[in-house]
């Protein structure tokens, strides 16, 4: 069976006055129907680029897609020409920003932001599109939507904006959402509320999301696969459960010892030694190994992320052998 | 024998309100009658969301925003009563540490300049010792001294927030006010600062309030917590208590919002999701300021106002339904 997104070996560059910028450097994955994959990564490890590459929204230049094939329901997405692109991003596949306020023309109204999608991709009279708004915006939790079809997005709180951004990116009906640090800039009771409203739509549409984040708890709540970046790589790759409960990655493991917990006194926290590396530099090996504890010469062979036990795969050589 | 010392920082009765720039005529009041203590050598976090004036508050300790009423006491003296002169001999004694490092740091002084001014403009170096005493400060935040002659662009995010502690540190504080120092930086460069700060008011036998949003890092580093909404202290105790037996309902469920690492139990446990934003505190409800969205909510909460209180040894909360309980 087909997988309804697969993206396999993606690579985007950015080539810059200091140097290439290797942001994703050989990328595989698959998402399902109905799945939720969430991306974790720490700050420039490269989950949004690979994700903003699927839809042609890398700038280029600087940006190159180097290699690499991403394929949506049978469409060659890194191929595909401008207009098949602009119609699957408006209806089929959509997308949040982190910033609910960059991600929203000030000068529009919500309403007319809202109808846009509808009467450019759906061809729906205004009447029919106003309609459908008002539903939706019902749907996100809004209150009195009609008159609020009339404001301006600096009359809505931020959660409140966030929820418009999300009726904006589901009004169309989409097959996949991509939510890239959708409520990172959302204080926590607004992002339950947010994160309890993306899972219950989903339900009823059946959509599938791959959520972007680097917040290790959001993951672990709405998530059925995680797939951990690092330095443009993808470092491991498992089910929420598998993940969470038996890290096989060495990055990973140290990422969750590092998270101050709410349920344990810790004296002095773990911390990762050293900084990432340098992306304008290649990097032979493994990327953590500068910084991993448990690095020994092999790590500076070539790597690959290989399945380990089923639906769990690791890029750490030495979890590989079974060593770890 | 037991010597009873004044704590560190008395806040008494803070109010902090604000004309509004919007509606002419009315007021915005962005803190409410708030009291803490901080006693020497104690940590502790100030919690809340967007918008809840703990922010305002810190920087009313420092009279950067003066109350509208109210009174700070450092030592047993009245901050507010203080002299120009007098004040700038205060100073040193509460620094800050804010969120952005980038923002905060002179974008075209290097670090040596950074540190060295504090010390040379308060006369607690000579310029023949300053070198010296940079050097010292860099070690003890963990930048090598050799980066002396760099600006802050060179450095990535946790180094600059390593600099902006070093300049707090300039002055050989008693408090250091941090608003959100951690909140900026990725989980692991974050574990490092907190660890830095932990070590740096133990050895240093500073007192230290920490502003952050972020329960799980309050749970990490201070003993104390307070947690604000809405202007107001709802909850105070010691961090134990607050986080393994939260009285308040807002308190509740806050923590009950914060995401588990871990989707069995992620999954599996109660939340408490709340409704609706909060209230703008241009115009906040009647009563109790959390009663529309609390989920336990009586009709008395929208007429009477609660007051913090003590239902255990040095835990305060401020709801009426918990007090009429605990008379019960």
């Known amino acids: ?324 | 024998m037991i010597e009873v010392r004044r704590p560190l920082l008395e806040v008494c009765g803070i109010k902090i309100h604000f004309p509004s720039q919007q509606n002419k005529g009315e007021i915005v009041k962005a803190v409410d009658g708030v009291s803490l203590e901080l006693r020497h050598s104690e940590i502790l976090g100030l919690v809340g969301e967007s918008g809840c004036g703990k922010s305002t508050l810190a920087r009313s300790i420092l009279n950067l925003v003066p109350p509208t009423a109210g009174t700070v006491y450092l030592n047993g003296e009245s901050i507010q009563t203080m002299s120009r002169s007098e004040l700038k001999k205060a100073r040193p004694a509460i620094q800050m540490i804010f969120q952005d490092p980038h923002a905060s740091l002179n974008p075209r002084m290097t670090v040596f300049k950074t540190l060295a001014e504090p010390m040379l403009a308060h006369k607690l170096a000579a310029k023949e010792t300053v070198k010296q005493a940079v050097v010292e400060l860099m070690e003890k935040v963990g930048l090598a001294p050799r980066f002396m002659q760099k600006y802050p662009h060179e450095f990535s995010g946790g180094q600059r927030q390593r600099i902006a502690i070093a300049r707090a540190l300039a002055l050989k504080p008693r408090l250091i006010i941090a608003d959100e120092p951690v909140s900026a930086l990725d989980v692991s460069v974050q574990a490092q600062i907190l660890n830095l700060l932990a070590k740096l008011c133990a050895e240093e036998r500073l007192s230290m309030i920490f502003i952050t949003h972020d329960l799980s890092v309050v749970r990490h580093i201070a003993q104390r917590v307070a947690v604000m909404y809405l202007g107001r202290v709802v909850e105070e105790g010691t961090t134990h208590d607050v986080l393994k037996n939260p009285q308040h309902p807002y308190t509740q469920a806050l923590i009950s919002a914060v995401p588990v690492p871990d989707p069995i139990e992620e999954r599996n446990r109660q939340r408490i999701i709340l409704h609706g934003d909060p209230p703008s505190p241009l115009n906040p409800p009647a009563g109790c300021s959390f009663h529309p969205r609390c989920p336990i909510a009586e009709a008395q909460c929208q007429q009477q106002e609660p007051k913090l209180g003590n239902f255990h040894d040095n835990h305060r909360a401020s709801c009426l339904l918990l007090q009429k309980k605990f008379v019960e």
């Open chain 1, 1 to 324: 069976m087909m997988s309804l997104l697969t993206v396999d070996n993606l690579a985007t560059h950015f080539h810059t006055r200091a140097g290439i910028v290797r942001a994703v450097d050989g990328v595989s994955y698959s998402l399902e129907k109905g799945q939720t994959l969430g991306i974790v990564g720490e700050s420039g490890s490269g989950k949004s680029v690979s994700c903003y590459s699927l839809l042609g929204l890398i700038p280029m230049p600087p940006g190159r897609i180097e290699s690499g094939s991403a394929y949506f329901d049978g469409v060659d997405l890194l191929n595909a020409s401008k207009d098949e692109l602009r119609k699957i991003r408006g209806q089929r596949i959509s997308m949040i920003f982190q910033d609910p306020m960059t991600a929203l023309n000030p000068y529009m109204t919500i309403g007319a932001q809202l109808m846009e999608p509808l009467l450019l991709h759906r061809g729906l009279s205004k009447e029919a599109a106003a309609k459908r708004s008002i539903d939706m915006l019902e749907a996100v939790g809004i209150q009195d939507a009609e008159q609020r079809m009339n404001a301006h997005p600096h009359q809505f709180s931020g959660g409140m904006r966030q929820r418009v951004v999300i009726a904006m990116a589901l009004i169309t009906e989409p097959e996949i959402l991509i939510a890239d640090e959708p409520t990172t800039a959302l204080d926590v009771t607004i992002q339950a509320q947010i994160l309890e409203l993306i899972k219950s739509l989903q339900e009823k549409n059946g959509m599938a999301v791959i959520l972007i984040t680097h917040d290790l708890g959001v993951i672990a709540g709405i998530c059925d696969s995680v797939a951990v970046m690092y330095a443009g790589r993808l470092v491991e790759q498992a089910t929420a459960s598998s993940l969470f409960h038996s890290p096989r990655h060495p990055y990973t493991h140290a990422l969750m010892k590092s998270l101050p917990s709410m349920n344990t006194d810790g004296k002095e926290l773990y911390s990762i030694p050293g900084m990432p590396p340098d992306l304008t530099k290649p990097i032979e090996g493994c990327s953590f190994s500068a910084r991993c504890e448990h690095a020994i010469e092999a790590c500076r062979d070539d790597i690959h992320l290989h399945t380990i036990m089923l639906n769990h795969a690791t890029a750490c050589i030495r979890a590989q052998k079974g060593e770890l």
